[in-house]
């Protein structure tokens, strides 16, 4: 594991959330200089905190010399972050009165959530996007129920060469944006964190089938139950945003955060068994380990007896050695593609390569625009020419790297 603890403010920053009524945490602030607090928030904006930070310090000013543009600055990310909490949450219940009306089932995911659920304001743990889970058979119909409510859907979701199956096996959602505000990015998921062509494909029937009744806004809907979102979360931060990325930077402090409320207030509701059983059916055991021993790390957070130990057999060395960032990536568009390839099941190599070198005519025009739309076909000598020019770049720095 990447030693985190070599930044002290990241230190500092994960004891006041762990024990925010420690005298012990006050008592080493008081020794903060002004360059340290401004540090401290720098950070706290950066790793998402900075409202958790705001109500931990906003008690105790008195005792400490906090600077004053500094604490006005913290307050004013807190009252912007709760301002716009409330704004997502007024157009999250619209659409969710939209999809009800029309008898979708919706999931709420991530943050829509665990804001509620978990933190005891839920302006504390700020709203990116608004993420929902829903069958995909109703996909369409909710797409349609929700453009007319100034949605943009993402122009690769209409491309004609993209067939049903394909979306089905190599997407996990739609994305669609509010063109007016406030400004929202809604994500309508099918399955969870990868597509059905990944070796990391989960069974979305086993997240359905642990969904518990829910209301938001007094309108009906559903949650994971605990040891469904755990896997969801750790799955999410670890999967999608460390080893497809290739190091943890993608990972921030507020993740961490959700997954240790989570353990931290429905330990008892968690079936432990259940969860390491389907984390290693779906290939997701070394995630789960990986993500519940850095949130263990920084917070201290109770897990059952020898749970780790039983996590970590038959763990990947590879995903490991990517999440310690000790896998060399090269980050070219060539390099990307391979470890895309790489995490695809075998028989769903073939469509990506015929998807890289023939696009079909809709997306050829829309990424090269040519002046001309009738000498589309043209283009793809361009394509190829700049695909073999990557590879080789490619090949050169892998080259220097081993020199």
Known sequence: MQNFYANKYYHDLCSLLASPASTENFAHLKGYTPDDWQELQALAINQRVISLL???????????????????TIRHAHQQQAGRQVAMFHELGKILSVLHHAEIPVVLLKGIDLANSLYPDPSLRPIGDLDVLMPYERIEEAIA?????????????????????QKEAFYTEANLDKQSKPYAHLELHWRLVTGRASRYAADPEWFWQGARPAAFEHIPCLVLSPERNALYLAGHAAIKHVL?????GGVSLMWYYDLHLLLTQKTDEIDWDELLTAARRFGWNTALYLALTETQQR?????????????????????????????????????DSMEDFRFLKPRMKWWLVRALIFPGKAYMLHRYQPKKPGL???????RWYDIATDLLGSVKKRLLNTA
């Open 54 to 72: 705001y109500c931990i310090l906003k008690d105790h000013v008195g005792e400490m010399n906090i600077p004053r543009d500094i604490l006005q």
């Open 145 to 165: 129920r929700i453009l007319p409510m100034d949605y943009q859907l993402e122009f690769s979701w209409s491309m004609p060469e993209i067939r049903k199956g």
């Open 244 to 248: 497809f990325k290739h190091g943890q």
């Open 376 to 382: 589309w076909p043209l283009y793809y000598f361009y």
């Open 299 to 335: 917070f201290g957070t109770p897990l059952p007896d020898a749970y780790l130990s039983r996590l970590q057999s038959g763990n990947s060395r590879r995903e490991i050695a990517l999440w310690n960032g000790e896998v060399k990536h090269l980050r070219t568009r060539s390099s």
